[in-house]
């Protein structure tokens, strides 16, 4: 089993909709989650981050975190075709005093006019 | 205040040879982590240095190694190039090191192509 699991889509969504990322872990010791948006070309660019159970809110996104689910989402409202990207999912998977950020393969996101 | 930024860009070298990539994270970060990402195998974590000391590290092979200095810059070193070790090489920076709060901010990549 992959420690940082996606489905690697492609996820076709029409502009103003919301698009939904999924995202699941394995280590039931994990802390802090992150999502991280990549353009063709370009780096990664953080986006979300969560550590607490529940919805955190930043404009058009929302993480989303279940620790029991070992399940952490993205939703986009109002999708714009400007959110075309790759959307990668994070989990820190390291101890105390040292981290060990391990990444999804990725969810390719595509919204259409 | 400036970005994360990698040098060089971008890097040709042939299989056999070594190869020294460059990053100066955010003013005021100290940790620094390097990833390497293909097609095939995406984004995967080969170490993280804080403080000049290496605090983690990915399944690379020893071949992969890396430092920091007393000014947070980190400098990866790859010897012995093999085909496979083309790829895009990113280097990103925090504020802290832990299991808690990480929130990492990339570079622009290196990109490395090994003939």
């Known amino acids: 089993q992959k420690e940082v699991e996606q489905n690697s889509g492609p996820l076709s969504v029409p502009e103003g909709a919301i698009a939904s990322l999924n995202c699941t872990y394995s280590?039931?010791?994990?802390?802090?989650f992150f999502w991280y948006r990549q353009y063709s070309g370009k780096s990664p660019e953080l986006i979300m981050f969560?550590?607490?159970?529940g919805d955190k809110e930043d404009g058009r996104f929302t993480a989303q975190l279940n620790k029991a689910s070992q399940y952490v989402s993205l939703l986009i409202r109002d999708s714009q075709p400007s959110d075309s990207a790759t959307y990668l999912c994070?989990?820190?998977?390291?101890?105390?005093?040292?981290?060990?950020?391990?990444f999804g393969s990725g969810t390719r996101l595509s919204i259409r006019p | 205040k400036a970005g994360v930024t990698q040098t060089p860009r971008y890097l040709i070298k042939t299989r056999g040879q070594q190869v020294t990539l460059s990053c100066s994270p955010i003013?005021?970060?100290?940790?620094v982590s390097w990833y390497q990402q293909t097609p095939g195998q995406g984004l995967q974590f080969l170490f993280e240095?804080?403080?000049?000391?290496?605090?983690n590290k990915g399944n690379f092979p020893g071949r992969f190694s890396g430092r920091q200095f007393s000014n947070s810059r980190s400098e990866m070193n790859v010897s012995t190039l093999e085909l496979g070790d083309s790829a895009l090489y990113l280097c990103?920076?925090?504020?802290?090191?832990?299991?808690?709060?990480?929130?990492?901010?990339f570079g622009p990549g290196t990109r490395l192509t090994v003939t």
């Open positions: 990103a920076s925090s504020l802290t090191s832990g299991a808690t709060t990480y929130e990492q901010y």
């Open positions: 280590d039931r010791g994990s802390q802090s």
């Open positions: 969560i550590y607490s159970n």
């Open positions: 994070a989990v820190n998977l390291g101890y105390s005093s040292a981290s060990k950020i391990i």
């Open positions: 003013s005021g970060h100290r940790s």
């Open positions: 240095y804080f403080s000049e000391t290496q605090r």
